[in-house]
């Protein structure tokens, strides 16, 4: 297809009081969208100093997602016209836009290849370009010069095959000269699992069967074709991810528009021990989900759509185009699709990582007033434009979280004939990038460019010199770093004669000493990994130690764990309490596999200035040392810091709390029961689990669950027997009692039934249910399925995660549905989720018919409750509401837990979305709300709410707020429960006014 270049049109739209900009921009169009690319212009609000130009449009693109200027000046442009649910059409396709008379503006669109699923993202690389398809990342070249890709083959392959919102994405030519993906795993469709069903095999290099496999985590992946290498990251990032100056990652995911990958899982890995959850800094100091400020008229929300905060972000994007204002180098662009706006942020140093704040308060770097305005990604031109990708589409939410009215409607394709490129540039105009030829550039002129205030020409240059591997480029590269004519193109010498395995000790001893702190920090991770052969650069990194720059010293300390030694030993623990208030220098001290955890809390507990003064600072470290105690399950380590405890009396309670709580822990991560033969450090656990309050019993208890066959002194169990039964102490007191009871040897089932009654508090009933798990009770099952109907609910819970763990019991619980002895609403949690997500088929379909109510009667439920939308509702009722029925899994303003979304920020959604989300919570899961199945090796059901993705550890959170923290290594299998952890029968729990008041408490401003 050839076309004719269009004129291209400009706008330059300052900012100026929201509603008069809609109304003069609504003027300037048509009535309402779709508008023709000029007209859309007239749409646009951006920051003061810029404007926004027209570069392509349809007919020449059309669904356009991801962009790539390559070293000859060829423009790929991918499309994603297949989505949201055209699978078996192929409709992807990769432009190609050329610029034939040399002025920079692309006059020819042509087809370079077609027959693509849902392609999302484009790289150069070795004269073509890599292109991600899942399952598959392609590589295609035009080796004949007609315009056309006469080369595909897979690269990489197995990826899943789900919702193309979370699919591979976006390759990136990283500084260390590894390729990055964006990759989230899989993700379960509900909805069309049909079309979306395909969970992956191993990611891998395919005819290569000595390379490496990774089996499909949530995480992305990095990977270097010429050496067959392919690693996980630390995290998942969703549709982009992006660099600094100094080569740090940065990811995302819809709602969580920027986070840091502070610790690489090299580092995380090599300490077992070391439970960090989150391995990643949420940088956003305004929010997560942060709020945004759209400008959109009649905006399109679908069922699940989060509005008025951030919720499909995407393309993130780092500028180091060279062409803005300086400090627009320490900052951030998102595009945000469903706000139809981009959102700006400034960073600001914060230790070992950042912070990032608004660029304006209450306004975005970008937006519009058309609806169908759908920033999906930005890149950086050869001409230090930043370029934005506009799918142009009425719907662009995946419908797998839309209403079916939105699936089963034409609409759903709408705008799939357009597609808009634009070019933000400064106010005064930017020149195009005009005779790109970089591909017949010699060695030297490429090294020149290693100099480049743009990014785009410094990385072009550095792949095509570690492409050609040529020996000319050696030493101009070598005078580059000796002769220092500026500080990044000194780093991309260094990272390219790495790429070229030209680099050697003597360079990096000299990088060792630069004078700017970035190019330091990368000297150090060039040198890691030849510091166990070389004992010259291992004495000149030492030094570094002392570094006045806190990211040079952070990555010291983790580089030096890869060396065991006395001294590195010894620097690690200087540094953790050198800067003890950084919880990532912490993290780096304790990455240290050699390190003796017990140790460092030793240590700590001498120091007055922690030990003397209570703060929540101080709580983390001690408990965050104590965990890696009991993580490591060392008996003697235990031993020594139970004793510890006792030898410090309970006037240090603060502390003594937190040592138990991260002890409890740490050993419940092992999912395996510790050993412990020492009487004194029983007792002592004991007499802590005997304390009134709870901030020391509690924990102190659940070390004491976990320990194997505890001999408890007689003494304790005597007066825990009490305690139990004295009506008159607090019922959270006695429940602690009766799980000290349980642990007693041959523990009397007799006891814990006569304390399941109506007469006795919920937490004392559900503490008795708990304990008759310990017991030789044989009529267990038919015990709970008698008392079932009169059971408080946090006892019917228990009684119900009990049931979960017997096939037998499973089906007496059917039985007791079909013959009406059991309500099935009052089915719920583990239980509920087991039975209709059963693996024996034949018992899943009888309780998916006894359990599960069929679409309608869900609908009637609805269209009953929309009477609530209609009435005003009482925000202090509605908090009655929400802490009855709402905080065991929700929390607002600081009440309830946090196992579902934090309710504060759906404020801004529709209250026709709320209902919805409520009385409707399977219609559609979000994937960081899915509950997961997990069972481990020693033969534990595991379920929760998956919580941040981590290298080692599985993290599921539970009702109430509580969790579990399982290690990888002890999980025989995982699988998704495809449903909700949130109940889809609450209107047993609400009436109709009750939730109009509920509504209003969501909705009303702190």
Not at 155 to 170: D, E, I, K, M
Not at 347 to 354: D, I
Request: proline share 7%; hydrophobic share 40%.
């Amino acid at each position: 297809m050839v076309t004719a270049r269009r004129k291209r049109y400009a706008a330059g739209v300052r900012f100026v009081p929201l509603l008069l900009a809609a109304l003069l921009t609504w003027g300037c169009a048509n009535q309402k969208p779709p508008y023709s690319p000029e007209e859309a212009l007239g749409t646009f609000q951006i920051e003061d100093g810029f404007r926004v130009e027209l570069f392509a449009s349809e007919p020449d693109v059309a669904d356009p997602v991801a962009i790539e200027f390559d070293e000859s000046g060829r423009i790929f442009v991918v499309e994603n016209s297949g989505y949201p649910l055209n699978v078996q059409g192929r409709a992807g396709r990769i432009k190609l836009l050329t610029d034939t008379d040399g002025d920079g503006r692309p006059d020819r669109a042509t087809l370079f290849a077609d027959g693509l699923t849902m392609p999302t993202g484009v790289m150069a690389w070795k004269g073509g370009i890599l292109v991600t398809d899942a399952p598959d990342v392609l590589f295609l070249a035009d080796t004949d010069g007609d315009g056309r890709a006469d080369i595909q083959r897979v690269v990489l392959a197995g990826f899943p095959f789900n919702n193309p919102q979370h699919t591979v994405s976006s390759p990136y030519y990283g500084l260390d000269n590894w390729i990055y993906l964006s990759h989230e795993g899989f993700s379960r469709s509900t909805v069309f699992g049909d079309k979306f069903g395909d969970p992956g095999s191993e990611i891998h290099f395919p005819g290569a069967p000595d390379s490496p496999r990774l089996p499909i985590e949530r995480r992305s992946v990095r990977f270097r074709p010429g050496t067959l290498q392919i690693e996980y990251l630390a995290n998942p990032s969703q549709f982009g991810l992006t660099f600094d100056l100094w080569g740090r990652l940065f990811v995302h995911n819809n709602s969580r528009h920027l986070r840091h990958e502070v610790l690489a899982p090299r580092y995380l890995e090599r300490n077992p021990h070391l439970q960090l959850a989150r391995p990643f800094e949420e940088m956003s100091n305004h929010g997560a989900p942060a709020p945004v400020f759209p400008i959109t008229v009649n905006p399109r929300f679908e069922l699940l759509t989060d509005a008025g905060q951030m919720t499909s972000a995407c393309g993130l994007t780092v500028y180091l185009g060279g062409a803005f204002p300086t400090d627009f180098a320490d900052g951030s662009f998102v595009a945000e699709p469903a706000h139809n706006l981009v959102h700006r942020d400034i960073w600001e140093p914060n230790g070992a990582t950042f912070k990032a704040r608004r660029a304006h308060a209450g306004r975005e770097f970008l937006a519009s007033t058309d609806r169908w305005f759908r920033p999906v990604n930005l890149y950086i031109g050869p001409d230090g434009a930043l370029y934005l990708l506009d799918y142009y589409r009425e719907v662009i939410e995946h419908p797998e979280w839309t209403a079916a009215e939105t699936y089963e409607s034409p609409q759903l394709y709408d705008g799939n004939d357009r597609g808009r490129i634009y070019r933000i540039v400064p106010e005064d105009g930017l020149p195009f990038a005009s005779g790109l030829s970089l591909r017949d550039a010699s060695d030297a002129e490429l090294v020149n460019r290693l100099a480049d205030t743009n990014i785009w020409w410094r990385r072009t240059a550095q792949r095509l010199l570690v492409e050609r591997r040529s020996g000319g480029s050696v030493v101009p590269l070598r005078a580059v770093v000796e002769e220092r004519p500026s500080a990044v193109a000194r780093l991309h010498a260094l990272w390219t004669l790495d790429g070229m395995g030209r680099l050697d000790d003597d360079l990096i001893s000299l990088a060792l000493d630069d004078d700017e702190p970035g190019v330091r920090e990368n000297a150090i991770l060039l040198a890691e990994p030849k510091l166990c052969k070389s004992s010259t650069l291992t004495a000149r990194i030492l030094p570094l130690t002392r570094d006045p720059d806190p990211r040079v010293r952070f990555q010291i300390l983790l580089t030096l764990g890869e060396i065991d030694s006395a001294e590195t030993r010894h620097i690690a623990e200087e540094a953790f309490f050198a800067d003890i208030r950084d919880p990532w220098m912490r993290a780096a001290a304790l990455t240290h596999s050699s390190m003796s955890p017990a140790g460092f809390l030793r240590n700590a507990l001498r120091q007055p200035e922690l030990t003397d003064r209570e703060s929540a600072e101080h709580r983390e470290i001690f408990e965050q040392l104590a965990t890696l105690v009991g993580a490591a399950g060392s008996e003697s380590e235990v031993v020594d810091t139970v004793g510890q405890m006792a030898r410090a009396g309970l006037d240090r309670r603060w502390w003594l709390s937190a040592v138990l709580h991260g002890m409890a822990a740490g050993i419940s991560s092992r999912n395996a029961p510790l050993s412990m033969s020492s009487a004194t450090s029983l007792k002592t656990l004991s007499d802590f689990a005997a304390q009134p309050e709870t901030d020391l019993r509690g924990p102190a208890i659940r070390i004491l669950e976990q320990i194997e066959t505890p001999r408890l002194p007689s003494r304790t169990l005597a007066a825990a027997l009490g305690r139990a039964q004295d009506p008159g102490l607090d019922p959270e007191l006695r429940a602690d009692s009766i799980r000290l009871l349980a642990l007693g040897q041959d523990p009397d089932e007799r006891r814990f039934q006569r304390l399941v009654v109506p007469d006795e508090p919920e937490a004392v009933q559900a503490a008795a249910v708990r304990a008759l798990v310990c017991t030789d009770d044989a009529g267990l099952t038919t015990f709970l399925l008698a008392k079932w109907r009169e059971l408080p609910p946090r006892a019917r819970n228990t009684a119900g995660d009990i049931l979960a763990q017997d096939d037998e019991s499973l089906a007496l619980v059917l039985n007791r549905i079909e013959h009406g002895d059991i309500e099935p609403w009052t089915v719920r949690g583990q239980l509920r989720r087991r039975l209709i997500m059963h693996g024996d088929a034949p018992l899943r379909e009888r309780a998916r018919l006894l359990i599960t109510k069929p679409p309608g009667q869900r609908r009637r439920v609805l269209a009953k409750y929309r009477a609530a939308l209609d009435q005003q509702g009482d925000s202090e009722a509605g908090r009655q509401v929400f802490e009855r029925a709402c905080s065991k899994c929700h929390a607002v303003d600081g009440v309830g837990k946090e196992v579902g979304p934090d309710l504060a920020t759906v404020r801004t959604r529709p209250a026709e979305f709320i209902l919805n989300d409520i009385l409707l919570p399977n219609q559609s899961i979000e994937p960081q709300y899915e509950s997961y199945i997990v069972e481990t090796n020693a033969g534990r059901i595991l379920e929760g709410v998956l919580g941040p993705p981590s290298p080692t550890v599985v993290t599921l959170r539970r009702e109430g707020g509580e969790q579990d923290i399982i290690s990888r290594a002890d999980i025989r299998g995982m699988r998704s429960a495809q449903l909700s952890a949130m109940p889809e029968d609450l209107e047993n729990q609400i009436t109709v006014e009750e939730m109009a008041h509920l509504i209003r408490f969501i909705q009303a401003p702190p």
